[in-house]
Nanobody
Framework: QVQLAESGGGLVQAGGSLRLSCEASGRTCSLNIMGWVRQAPGKERERVAQISRSTGSTYYADSVKGRFTISRDNTKNTLYLQMNSLKPEDTAVYYC??????????WGQGTQVTVSS
């Protein structure tokens, strides 16, 4: 089993920045991908960014390319999402997820990000 715990969400004005963190515990060696998925009210879940734990290769949704950066510190079992130039449409609950490509098996409890205009 793997446990994921997000932190770092909050309220920010448009144009501002936030950094989300996700601390993983348990059998983290069983994961080969980790990522961030968001869900806004009334919208479908969207995979925002993903990183390979072994190679560091990344994926970004078109909606966040150039603004968000995903990174990981395997020594701390921690995943990060640096979010810059935030827009009101980035408002959502952000979930940390991990699993074996291409599927996520483990999910955090989510952290709310609210961007005011």
């Amino acid at each position: 089993q793997v446990q994921l715990a997000e932190s770092g969400g909050g309220l920010v004005q448009a144009g501002g920045s936030l950094r989300l963190s996700c601390e993983a515990s348990g059998r983290t060696c069983s994961l080969n991908i980790m990522g961030w998925v968001r869900q806004a009210p009334g919208k479908e879940r969207e995979r925002v960014a993903q990183i390979s734990r072994s190679t560091g290769s990344t994926y970004y949704a078109d909606s966040v390319k150039g603004r968000f950066t995903i990174s990981r510190d395997n020594t701390k079992n921690t995943l990060y999402l640096q979010m810059n130039s935030l827009k009101p449409e980035d408002t959502a609950v952000y979930y940390c997820a991990g699993g074996i490509a291409p599927s996520y098996r483990y999910w955090g409890q989510g952290t709310q990000v609210t961007v005011s205009s």
